[in-house]
Nanobody, 126 residues
Framework: QVQLVESGGGLVQAGGSLRLSCAAS????????MGWFRQAPGKEREFVLA????????DYADSVKGRFTISRDNAKNTVYLQMNSLKPEDTAVYYC???????????????????WGQGTQVTVSS
């Protein structure tokens, strides 16, 4: 069992950067596959990026590849989503998700994930 809390959202101008945080309580991140998803008003929940228990590989949505990446602070049990070169179409509520995993698979489907944070709003102005 794990609880996730996102933070760091806000308003930023196009071309700017923002770093989101996902703080976890419970088992360490190494026990889970994880991902970030986003949902804009009137839109379906969208895959952003995900990784397995191993951080050696990250699966990116084509729309964010080259602009978004992840990092972590194990001492703080926190994962970060670094978003650069932001575009107005990045505007959405961003969610951190985790899936209990004993392998090194990466999942793109939201319905694969067991635990979700409350979301944090990111708004990119033009």
């Amino acid at each position: 069992q794990v609880q996730l809390v996102e933070s760091g959202g806000g308003l930023v101008q196009a071309g700017g950067s923002l770093r989101l945080s996902c703080a976890a309580s419970g088992r360490t991140f190494s026990s889970y596959a994880m991902g970030w998803f986003r949902q804009a008003p009137g839109k379906e929940r969208e895959f952003v990026l995900a990784w397995s228990r191993s951080e050696g590989q990250i699966d990116y949505a084509d729309s964010v590849k080259g602009r978004f990446t992840i990092s972590r602070d194990n001492a703080k049990n926190t994962v970060y989503l670094q978003m650069n070169s932001l575009k107005p179409e990045d505007t959405a509520v961003y969610y951190c998700a985790a899936k209990e995993s004993t392998n090194y698979y990466i999942w793109r489907s939201a319905n694969e994930y067991d635990y979700w944070g409350q979301g944090t709003q990111v708004t990119v102005s033009s």
